[in-house]
C-alpha cells in the first residue's frame, strides 16, 4: 500500500526505491541472560518513532479515505451549503453524511479497505452521533469491524488537552 500511495501521489521512482530499501532492512532480536534469537525481519512497514514513517501513515490513509469517499456524495448542511464526506487529520477520521444509508456505505467500504490494508479499526475508540430534524437519534447505531460504535451518549468522547473545570 505504500508503494501504492507513493505512486498516486507522484513520488519520483528513485525516492520509492530508497524507501523500500530503508524500510525492508527493518530487523529484531530478543534477549535474556541466558539466550538471544536469531534476527527477525519485521513485516510491519510502518515504524514508530520513525520521522518518514508517520509522512508514509499520512499519505496511505490518504490514499483510503479517497478511495471510500465515492460510497456517499456531499452533506447537505442546508442553506445551500455542502461538505465532502469524510475529513481526517492523521487516523481521526469523521464521515458526515447527509442519510443513514450513505454513511453504513462509507462505514463498510473503509472497513473492507482496511482489512485489505492489514489495518483495523477500533471501534470502542470511535463515537456515533446521528441527528435527525435537529435532534439526536440515540435509536441510529453503526457497526464497523463486526462491532458496534459506541454513541457520544452513551460513552462522552474524551479531547486531549481539555481542562477540568
Not at 36 to 50: K, P
Request: aromatic letters at 8%; glycine letters at 6%; proline letters at 5%.
Amino acid at each position: 500500500m505504500i508503494q501504492q500511495a507513493l505512486r498516486m501521489y507522484h513520488v519520483p521512482e528513485v525516492i520509492q526505491v530508497m524507501l523500500d530499501d530503508y524500510f525492508s532492512g527493518f530487523h529484531m532480536r530478543f534477549s535474556t541472560n541466558d539466550f538471544t534469537t536469531n534476527w527477525i525481519n519485521l513485516e510491519v512497514r510502518i515504524a514508530m518513532g520513525c520521522t518518514i514513517s508517520s509522512t508514509l501513515f499520512v499519505i496511505v490513509i490518504e490514499v483510503i479515505l479517497k478511495a471510500a469517499e465515492g460510497s456517499a456524495g456531499p452533506a447537505n448542511l442546508g442553506g445551500g451549503c455542502s461538505m465532502p464526506p469524510l475529513k481526517a487529520f492523521m487516523d481521526d477520521t469523521t464521515i458526515i453524511c447527509s442519510k443513514e444509508d450513505e454513511t453504513r456505505r462509507v462505514l463498510t467500504r473503509l472497513d473492507v479497505l482496511m482489512s485489505w490494508c492489514r489495518m483495523e479499526f477500533k471501534p470502542k475508540k470511535s463515537r456515533s452521533l446521528s441527528i435527525r430534524k435537529g435532534k439526536v437519534d440515540e435509536a441510529t447505531t453503526f457497526i464497523v469491524a463486526e462491532q458496534q460504535i459506541p454513541t457520544v451518549s452513551q460513552e462522552p468522547a474524551k479531547s486531549v488537552g481539555m481542562i477540568p473545570l
